[in-house]
């Protein structure tokens, strides 16, 4: 069951997609629905495939939703917060034993978050849990001298081994960068720039000042293998930031980009809307059907070996 109206003529852009930024609950913060709900309702109007995103560890889940939920591929990941030990190859190996898709670093507890947004969490977003947040240091995959720490290439080789995704998480555009040169160098060939574009103007304060991380860092991660993920709820709500996201598109090329939403957190927009929504801004700023087709369909099928 669908519980939103998904216009008929919207129906044919949305078959076939792949979301591989969504947030479902069980979860610290608030969401929309439950995986399990939201996995058939994408099912039911024709998506691939999704990725869900948590905090901490959600692929042990993921075998019991399949149980569940037919006919659509399903996935999760760990994310390295300190919930998890941080960049801890123990947790990657286990998560990784759960048949994980992704090896996400840290979002809400790196270093650069809590410098941009002043705390190891979300302030503007209800948690399901009343304990307070702990006074914690941030994570940087940079040791003292700037350079990746041993046990984030401990990480890069579990991931390589798997051949599956590595994501830059909440690191500085500086830090992301590093880590897709070390990355490469220890054999990952599937790595994801996450919501490069959220920058200001949005429904959320900005992770990226202004317009997300700079244009010319993007293509320069890019040019190291990077996908560039370009997301619709931290990235695309203003007019602003979709010429900002079309303007990307344009620079970097389809070929090497993937849209997803960041949906399902809070109140502020289901999932299968914002990617109907985003599909239908990107048209309007004049990215081509086809290259709509590339980053929705092929390359976030792509990355996580269902084409």
């Not at 591989?20 to 608030?30: D, M, N, S």
Request: net charge positive; with cysteine; proline share 6%.
């Amino acid at each position: 069951m669908v519980y939103i109206e998904i216009p008929r003529e919207d129906m044919e852009i949305l078959d076939g997609v792949t979301d591989i930024h969504v947030h479902a609950a069980p979860c610290l913060f608030e969401k929309l629905f439950d995986e399990i709900d939201m996995a058939r309702q994408m099912r039911d109007v024709g998506y691939k495939g999704v990725l869900f995103k948590q905090h901490l560890l959600g692929a042990n889940r993921i075998p019991l939703v399949r149980k569940v939920v037919h006919g659509i591929e399903i996935f999760g990941g760990i994310t390295l917060n300190h919930f998890v030990g941080g960049l801890n190859p123990h947790a990657v190996e286990a998560a990784i034993a759960f048949g994980a898709k992704e090896v996400k670093m840290p979002n809400i507890h790196s270093k650069y978050h809590i410098k941009r947004m002043g705390a190891p969490t979300y302030t503007t977003i209800k948690p399901t849990l009343k304990a307070k947040p702990r006074r914690i240091e941030g994570i940087t995959v940079l040791d003292e001298k700037g350079e990746i720490k041993p046990e984030v290439y401990e990480i890069l080789d579990l991931v390589a081994e798997s051949d599956i995704i590595l994501s830059t998480g909440h690191l500085s555009p500086e830090e992301s960068l590093k880590l897709i040169k070390a990355a490469r160098s220890s054999g990952v060939k599937k790595i994801v720039v996450t919501h490069a574009n959220w920058g200001e103007g949005g429904v959320w304060p900005p992770l990226f000042p202004s317009n997300g991380i700079p244009l010319e860092i993007q293509m320069k991660m890019a040019g190291e293998g990077a996908f560039i993920e370009y997301c619709y709820a931290t990235g695309s709500t203003s007019l602003k930031q979709q010429e900002y996201t079309a303007n990307g598109i344009r620079k970097i090329g389809a070929s090497k980009i993937i849209l997803s939403t960041d949906a399902g957190t809070g109140r502020k927009i289901h999932p299968i809307e914002a990617f109907r929504i985003f599909i239908r801004a990107m048209e309007t700023q004049g990215v081509p059907r086809k290259d709509i087709e590339v980053m929705t369909k092929n390359n976030p099928a792509k990355v996580l070996g269902i084409i």
